[in-house]
């Protein structure tokens, strides 16, 4: 910037000759670079600084960006104007406009590409239980890095900076985030730190909107960024989305980003993105009703509550949600067992959040999802609420919890023909006359016979061979299976299949 400037600590406009930072040219729109919002930050919080050098920096609120401000293609520097304004309650308010002349006249056009206030002081929202944050509910679709960027978000290499692929579900978005070396035309500022990792974090919710409602949306304006701990170059983080709401062409989004240890790092409130072009609608979901396309219909119609997550939908810093007794366990597991641990108590947490009156805000670790015995689940709710009976099951990919008013089962499991093949270990005669009078779908009938049995010994608390040999089915479908228990008492187990996966309810 020029090094011409007006008196210290006085508001004002100011000239600028802003030196184009090469890698800014990676960040396109239509194929101008324009400046990134998040280099409009930097380059608002370096003036306030230059001039109010004890004003602090962390807490932007209300900012806007309504105008691109493209970057010429040979010129190194570009000429801009900074105003700064004071406001009763202490905190700046600065602008960053261009002057550009209206044809062959002496008219001139004033452009505000960004405007942004400094708070006097930080108000940081809570942050959000880690049971939250750390992992996304329900059916989960994936993008890889090259695919964002090659066709999402065409930035250049700069800014390509989501590294590992990209989870999507109605819960928001999670993104692995490399925050790159930063080059030498603008080093990172105290407090605001790295530009890229936010950056990047802005990539992950313009796909949530791409891929949920078919906008191809850029940010226009928050209001609220708090910076608790500044990210740095060459550093871990990760980014976590989450949907707020839809109006007409404008998505509004909270945005968090985490280190590696999960702690929060920046905070956005009510970013607002805004469509900037067209894109073809991706998937039938829509954030304004997403129970409209819940998974698990037939099995969700009844339970009280059901949560569904992905295991890969998880952050590494999900085991800090663990209570100390789960952590206690969690660590005389091997890695394979821990992970699908965390994930069913991940599940339970949020199970005992729906099942509290009101708004649940307990921490994670306040939360015991573990029964005395170390086997059964259990599901707290906050309070003024008795608890409801509640299962969990996992396989490799989906963990699965839910509530009844009943003693209830859950069984999850990769569709297969490892049930056909043992079927002499937990079939009685009738039941493989079930599997041979379908021989069109033996493999399946067989699942489900193995998936009753499972569900039922969770229900009951009985081991499985005891299931094997005191449940008999009676009939074995798609949607609905009959059984009778030892004692000679008939109940029905309810189906549903997902992306290659079978689930099975049972109530007793």
Request: proline fraction near 8%; hydrophobic fraction near 40%; charged fraction near 20%.
């Amino acid at each position: 910037m020029s090094d011409t400037p007006s008196a210290p600590d006085q508001t004002g406009r100011r000239s600028l000759e802003i030196t184009i930072d090469p890698c800014w040219r990676d960040h396109r729109f239509k194929g101008q670079a324009v400046l990134p919002a998040v280099a409009a930050m930097a380059l608002l919080a370096g003036e306030v600084r230059r001039y109010f050098t004890a004003h602090p920096l962390s807490a932007l609120i209300s900012a806007t960006f309504d105008k691109f401000l493209p970057l010429p293609p040979q010129a190194g520097t570009i000429r801009a104007q900074c105003e700064i304004l004071s406001s009763a309650d202490g905190s700046l308010i600065a602008a960053l406009a261009t002057r550009n002349p209206v044809g062959k006249s002496s008219m001139v056009r004033v452009k505000t590409h960004a405007r942004i206030t400094f708070a006097a002081q930080q108000q940081a929202p809570a942050p959000r239980p880690v049971d939250i944050a750390a992992a996304l509910e329900g059916q989960a679709w994936e993008i890889s890095p090259r695919e964002i960027y090659r066709e999402w978000v065409p930035f250049g290499p700069a800014y390509r900076n989501i590294v590992a692929p990209l989870r999507l579900s109605a819960d928001g978005a999670l993104a692995m985030i490399q925050a790159p070396a930063q080059g030498p035309a603008h080093p990172p500022l105290p407090p605001l730190g790295s530009p890229y990792p936010l950056d990047a974090a802005l990539h992950a919710a313009c796909c949530w909107g791409r891929h949920f409602t078919g906008i191809t949306a850029f940010p226009v304006g928050f209001a609220a960024r708090h910076i608790l701990r500044p990210t740095h170059p060459r550093e871990t983080y990760w980014g976590r989305v989450y949907p707020l709401e839809q109006k007409g062409e404008v998505l509004a989004f909270d945005i968090e980003l985490y280190d590696e240890q999960g702690r929060l790092c920046e905070a956005l409130q009510k970013v607002a993105m805004r469509r900037v072009g067209s894109a073809p609608e991706i998937t039938a979901q829509s954030p304004a009703s997403p129970a409209s396309d819940l998974p698990l219909k037939n099995i969700r119609s009844r339970c009280d509550q059901l949560v569904l997550m992905e295991l890969d939908s998880m952050a590494p810093f999900a085991p800090r949600a663990l209570s100390p007794e789960e952590n206690r366990r969690f660590q005389q597991m091997g890695k394979r067992r821990q992970r699908s641990y965390v994930g069913a108590r991940l599940a339970c947490k949020r199970l005992a959040r729906r099942l509290s009156p009101g708004n649940d805000t307990r921490g994670a670790r306040a939360i015991h999802t573990v029964h005395g015995d170390g086997l059964r689940p259990v599901c707290p709710p906050a309070r003024d609420r008795s608890a409801l009976d509640c299962a969990v099951a996992h396989d490799g990919r989906y963990v699965v919890a839910v509530a009844a008013p009943n003693r209830c089962g859950i069984d999850v499991e990769p569709l297969g023909l490892r049930a056909l093949k043992s079927a002499r270990l937990y079939m009685s005669s009738r039941e493989r006359a079930l599997v041979d009078a379908n021989n069109t779908d033996s493999a399946a009938t067989a699942l489900r016979i193995w998936s009753v049995k499972e569900a039922v010994a969770k229900a009951l608390n009985i081991n499985l061979a005891q299931a094997w040999s005191g449940v008999e089915l009676q009939s074995a479908t798609p949607q609905a299976s009959q059984f009778r228990l030892d004692d000679g008492a008939e109940h029905t187990a309810r189906h549903d299949t997902l992306e290659g996966h079978l689930f099975t309810l049972v109530e007793i």
